[in-house]
Structure formats: structure tokens, C-alpha cells
């Protein structure tokens, strides 16, 4: 059962700006994972649905994150039904991404009151998805759609809150320009979890990434 209301959720998103997403299925790793992330300021994280037992591992690091980061918010992406949204919740998990708009994953969401950002690609989809109550569109893949379609949606719906991930990097100039369209957070992924010659995960440059990438955000937002 999620530890965080939605509304908490939501207001975590918008304070930390950037909700850093991974998949690892191996448990130890993903451990040292979220260490790494949360050593640096990451206090909301997003496991992606991959890969076979994905629920397996996110079981145990659900429980492992509530017992040594009790002020972490982890929740669970690329939730593609309702079931798949529905087991996650049991495992702890305190909001869930989709790639698409589901209206069978708002509707088991909505009753448990656990925050849901579907993906969405038109004005038509945002519009729906806000009409079954997400607070936090995600905007994707947001390589394809650029801080330009942002602009354009927040000129007529100023309300909608945008999260663009695929497409966000932690460069100045790319988070510049999709902040100073109106985004409400940014997903990253790949870009954060930075790897070694050999494929492993470069934990201490994760964590230096993590805070200075933060630390950006708060500056090109003031």
C-alpha cells in the first residue's frame, strides 16, 4: 500500500523538478542504485517495469527503501493494465507512470487515491486524461514533441501540469529550454545513470550527477 497521497506526490514532483527512472534486475544493484540517487537529494524515484520478475525486485526494494529511506518516494513506470497497476500498489508502490493513456489504470489509481501520469502525445489525450483525474501529464517520448508543443499546451490550459521524459538530459541548455516552456517536472533516464567502459553503474558519478543536476534545475528556475 502507497506510504504517499497523491497530492503529496504531486508536490514532491514539482519541488525536486526531475524524476530520475531505472530498471535494474538485480536486487543488490539496485540497491546501490538508489543509494546513489538518494545520496544525492533524489527523494522521489521511478523503477521501470522491465524485464521478467521486474515486481520481484521492486517488492524487495519497496521494502527496503521504506526501512532505510523512509522519506523516499518510490514509484513504479511503464505500467502498460490495470493488473500489472494493481500488483504494484500491493508491493508499496506510491504513484505509476504508463506510456499510454489507460483508463482501465485511472480507474484502480483513482480508488486507492495513488497519483498516475499516463503518457499522452495531443491536447485531445491531456484533456481526457485530466478529465479522470491526473494531476501530472507525461509528455512522451519527449524527443519527438519538444518544449515548443509544451509552450503551445500551457498557452490555452495553463492548469495542465507536463512532465516531458525521453528527449531530457542534464545539460543547461536542454533543461533550460523545456523549464522555460512550462514544465511542470522533467523524467530522466539513461542520461542520469551513467555507466563505466565495462556497462556497470558509475554509482559515485550517479550521485554527483544526481545533486548537480538538481542544483541546475533550482538555478534555471529561479
Not at 497497476?85 to 489509481?109: H, K, Q, W
Not at 524527443?143 to 545539460?171: C, E, H, L, R
Amino acid at each position: 500500500m502507497a506510504r504517499f497521497n497523491r497530492i503529496e506526490v504531486a508536490l514532491k514532483m514539482k519541488e525536486q523538478g526531475m524524476v530520475p527512472l531505472f530498471y535494474e534486475g538485480n536486487i543488490e544493484t539496485a540497491k546501490r542504485l538508489v543509494q546513489a540517487l538518494y545520496d544525492g537529494g533524489a527523494r522521489l524515484l521511478e523503477f521501470t517495469n522491465r524485464g521478467d520478475f521486474a515486481h520481484e525486485v521492486f517488492a524487495d526494494l519497496s521494502k527496503y527503501a521504506a526501512r532505510e529511506m523512509p522519506d523516499l518516494i518510490l514509484g513504479v513506470g511503464s505500467v502498460t493494465d490495470a493488473g500489472a497497476a494493481s500488483l504494484y500498489m500491493m508491493l508499496g508502490a506510491n504513484f505509476i507512470v504508463t506510456p499510454v493513456l489507460r483508463e482501465d489504470i485511472a480507474a484502480v489509481c483513482n480508488r486507492r487515491k495513488v497519483l498516475w501520469s499516463p503518457g499522452c502525445g495531443s491536447l485531445t489525450e491531456i484533456t481526457r486524461a485530466e478529465e479522470l483525474g491526473c494531476e501530472v501529464v507525461k509528455l512522451f517520448p519527449g524527443s519527438t514533441y519538444g518544449s515548443g508543443f509544451v509552450k503551445g499546451v500551457i498557452a490555452p490550459q495553463p492548469w495542465t501540469n507536463i512532465m516531458p521524459t525521453g528527449g531530457v538530459s542534464p545539460d543547461p541548455e536542454n533543461l533550460r529550454a523545456w523549464f522555460a516552456s512550462g514544465v511542470y517536472c522533467v523524467g530522466m533516464g539513461s542520461k542520469l545513470m551513467i555507466k563505466t567502459a565495462d556497462g556497470a553503474y558509475d554509482f559515485a558519478k550517479i550521485e554527483k550527477l544526481t545533486r548537480d543536476t538538481l542544483a541546475l534545475i533550482g538555478e534555471v528556475r529561479a
